[in-house]
């Protein structure tokens, strides 16, 4: 007499449980983040409690880190380049809406010549990005 | 009793493991490639080159020396103690010009902290401005 083969476990049904967590990981990070082009150079925003929320702008966007190299528009440029790419960026609309991305370990006076570049383009108003500060 | 039928596997039409892999895969890309930061804005004016903002007030203004040090129109004083002094002053003249003097060498991380104490405080019309100008 021949013992029953015990029944062997389909393979497929083992992997159902796995990939159905899977999808579900996939569909939270689709949903939960945002999709965003890395920058050019590594930078730290300053923290903050308050502050605006506000979605990290598409365009307008003046990159700095810690060693004052700066980017505008995911171009590298120097310091005395920003003015002209600024009125060029400024011309057609003096009121569209800059923001600068700056690491929070920039020292005052590289800040200050930045916003001194940014006033003689013709901008009146900042936005300085900011994270909020982790409780 | 002789049982020899083997359990009848069923096949799967289309194999279940390039199906995982490109999952897995698409996983890796969106756990990577999204970030979960928040972003919060601070608004900040660019003072003309002439005067500051007429204002029937003289504009405050806070110094922030290169050891973190914070003075108030030439006084010492701590965070706190600005915030409330600020609190009181802007009560008055809510729109009441405030401009922040950094030294040279103060960091951006310690600038932010205070304005985000001044506008914790009301301020609503805060400059940045280099010192000594």
């Known amino acids: 007499m021949r013992m029953p083969e015990p029944p062997r476990r389909d393979q497929g049904e083992n992997v159902i449980p796995l990939i159905n967590i899977v999808f579900l990981l996939l569909i939270f990070f689709m949903l939960a983040g945002t999709l965003t082009r890395p920058d050019l150079f590594n930078v730290e925003p300053p923290e903050t409690v308050r502050g605006i929320e506000t979605d990290l702008p598409e365009e307008g966007v003046i990159l700095m880190d810690a060693n004052g190299r700066l980017a505008f528009e995911e171009e590298e440029l120097a310091l005395e380049a920003l003015g002209p790419r600024l009125e060029q960026w400024l011309a057609d609309d003096p009121e569209r809406p800059l923001v600068l991305k700056a690491d929070a370990g920039v020292p005052a006076h590289r800040l200050m010549d930045v916003m001194d570049v940014l006033r003689a383009a013709g901008a009146d108003r900042l936005t300085l990005l900011t994270n909020p500060a982790e409780r | ?133």
Do not use: H, K, Y
């Open chain 2, 1 to 133: 009793m002789v049982i020899d039928s083997p359990p009848v596997r069923r096949r799967n039409l289309i194999g279940l493991t390039p199906l995982i892999d490109v999952v897995f895969i698409l996983l890796v890309f969106f756990m990577l490639a999204s970030s979960f930061l928040d972003w919060r804005s601070i608004a900040l004016s660019l003072p003309g080159e002439g005067g500051e903002p007429s204002s029937d007030t003289p504009p405050l203004v806070v110094r922030i020396a290169s050891d973190g040090v914070l003075t108030l129109d030439g006084e010492n004083m701590e965070l706190a103690e600005l915030e409330r002094r600020l609190s009181t002053l802007l009560g008055e003249d809510p729109a009441r010009a405030v401009i922040i003097r950094p030294a040279d060498d103060v960091s951006l991380q310690r600038i932010v902290q205070v304005v985000d104490r001044l506008s914790a405080a009301g301020g609503s019309n805060m400059t940045l401005n280099r010192e000594g100008r």
